[in-house]
T-cell receptor, first 116, second 111 residues
Framework: NAGVTQTPKFQVLKTGQSMTLQCAQDMNHEYMSWYRQDPGMGLRLIHYSVGAGITDQGEVPNGYNVSRSTTEDFPLRLLSAAPSQTSVYFC???????????????FGPGTRLTVL | TQLLEQSPQFLSIQEGENLTVYCNSSSVFSSLQWYRQEPGEGPVLLVTVVTGGEVKKLKRLTFQFGDARKDSSLHITAAQPGDTGLYLCAGGGGSNYKLTFGKGTLLTVNP
């Protein structure tokens, strides 16, 4: 199993450009989520999904869209990139069957995004 | 909004020393996780605690959940350079869908 994969690993955008961060998992996990990690701010939840066709907002959803058409894939779209979206983005998935339920998450390696 | 405060924010010690990292909140959590993150990688789950007063051991790491399920600690015995990394605590609330992370403790163990 590859686990959780994310592409690209690095990306530089200009203000106003749009792009999609890809996330895929091969563990048949129901739950998937997107976080951003900023210095001094920790990990903050952007959007999450508890199954195909079901998504919901996290703590910092503005400026981002998600969709979940399959169990495996959970792409994150930046509609019009802003410098404030410069961050490291992590995708995570969970089966929900561990002791901590959906809180026991497997993380991808991250995408480092810079918006100029 | 549930908040988790971790202390200390930074910790630099010599190989062989013991250390304790704290994770505190005013909120009650249904479960609490500890993750470790190495530079350039995603966090990796170390342990989950769910019962007030619970103690779990993972080799040289000892995790404790407070009796009231509002706080937790991580104790490392005889730290090694391989323990270097960012230690994150994370708590789950009633919905079980939204995980709240602390800001982390950056541990450096010098040989």
């Amino acid at each position: 199993n590859a686990g959780v994969t994310q592409t690209p690993k690095f990306q530089v955008l200009k203000t106003g450009q749009s792009m999609t961060l890809q996330c895929a998992q091969d563990m048949n996990h129901e739950y998937m989520s997107w976080y951003r990690q900023d210095p001094g701010m920790g990990l903050r939840l952007i959007h999450y999904s508890v199954g195909a066709g079901i998504t919901d907002q996290g703590e910092v959803p503005n400026g981002y869209n998600v969709s979940r058409s399959t169990t495996e894939d959970f792409p994150l779209r930046l509609l019009s990139a802003a410098p404030s979206q410069t961050s490291v983005y992590f995708c995570a998935s969970s089966s929900g069957r561990g002791t901590g339920g959906y809180n026991e998450q497997f993380f991808g390696p991250g995408t480092r995004l810079t918006v100029l | 909004t549930q908040l988790l405060e971790q202390s200390p924010q930074f910790l630099s010690i010599q190989e062989g020393e013991n250390l304790t990292v704290y994770c505190n909140s005013s909120s009650v959590f249904s479960s609490l996780q500890w993750y470790r993150q190495e530079p350039g990688e995603g966090p990796v789950l170390l342990v989950t605690v769910v019962t007030g007063g619970e103690v779990k051991k993972l080799k040289r790491l000892t995790f404790q959940f407070g009796d009231a399920r509002k706080d937790s600690s991580l104790h490392i015995t005889a730290a090694q350079p391989g323990d270097t990394g960012l230690y994150l605590c994370a708590g789950g609330g009633g919905s079980n869908y939204k995980l709240t992370f602390g800001k982390g403790t950056l541990l450096t163990v010098n040989p």
